[in-house]
């Protein structure tokens, strides 16, 4: 028995005014996820423990069988582990975000924040213009001062780590969901370490503002990557292993540093594809293709994570969406099928989104999720589409990290 899973990040919504009340799922067109749910038991899943804020940190954590309330130190320490960063006692981590602020000649603390992503930037540029801010001498010599170094990510996601920091009672805001806002009252605040941090992002505003690449990029009609953004701090963390608790072996495919770092912490594979980017121009083929070699080579399980849902939507792109969406079903899940059916392996499959991606916000939401649990075995299930209305019909798993276990059929 082979067992799969396969998140679409942010797939899951609210309905949506200019897709006729729909949400994206139901809007799209996805004949193999109603297939899978018609004939597979589709629920509802709470993958975000109460009280914990929303994002796939958390419910990623969840799904894998680790509980973000006794687990959970901060995101940017799981991504660290993706690259081997070793975090010691004292050491925190960071996400060090490219983003871009709007132009103009009003104080930094009036700007707002356009992309999270930096208008989802090219990887190759972002590792130049961070690596070149922290070589720049006024930066350089507040970094060192600070105890900080960084990790390039070969995206707009970047690695911080501080040496000796305290962030008692800091608060550091999440960019992607407060898109559009004025910056001021999102800054870092609450601790000492909060305002050596927002001088930081005021110093690698005024030093990327006129940067070069900058000026060419809005000449290309780009989005500038004219700041940095602290985020998602946290301490060295350990997670339970995925053997250990399941008895299981495989490997995680996936283009963002979260899922590789949980995938490494917790003992499976970390799996990587040329051309997987975690935005729609993604290698989805690439990715299908190894999720089957490591199943040929032996493996229990195997998980396919889907960003490109989550970056539409954090975009304002809700077409982009809706296509990220149709791109799962009819270039993941489909071939999918096909190539177990071929190879003769009887599987169960898990297709879910890890959290809802509201198109009203352009932020997270930790409401309950659709899941679908296939058994190649079996042909009788829900009888309905898949869609979050549907969802709310079927069973309600009132916690995330029951998922691995019915997956499994080690609970029910």
Known sequence: MKYILVIGDGMADNPVAELGGKTPAEYAKTPVMDYLAARGELGSTFNIPEGMPPGSDTAILSIFGCDPKHCYTGRAPLEAAATGIKLNAGDVAYRCNMVSYEDG?????????????????????SDKLIIELFSEPEFKAAAEKAGMTVNPGHSFRHIAVQKSADVKGITLAAPHDHLGEKIGPLLPRGCDNAEILKQLMLLSHRILDRHPVNERRRAEGKMPANGIWFWAEGTAVELPGFYEKYGKRGGVISAVPLCHGIATLIGLEM????????ELDTNLEGKVEAAMDVLRKGADFVAIHVEAPDECTHNGDTNGKVCAIEYIDRRVLGPLLEKLEKEGFEYRMLVLSDHKTLTSTRGHDGDPVPYILFDSRKREGSGLSYSEANGLKGPIVKAGTELMGKLFEQTK
């Open 271 to 278: 799996v990587t594809v040329e051309g997987a980017t975690g």
């Open 105 to 125: 000649d009003m104080p930094f603390e009036e700007k707002h924040i356009l992309s999270h992503s930096a208008g989802s930037i090219e990887g190759d540029v």
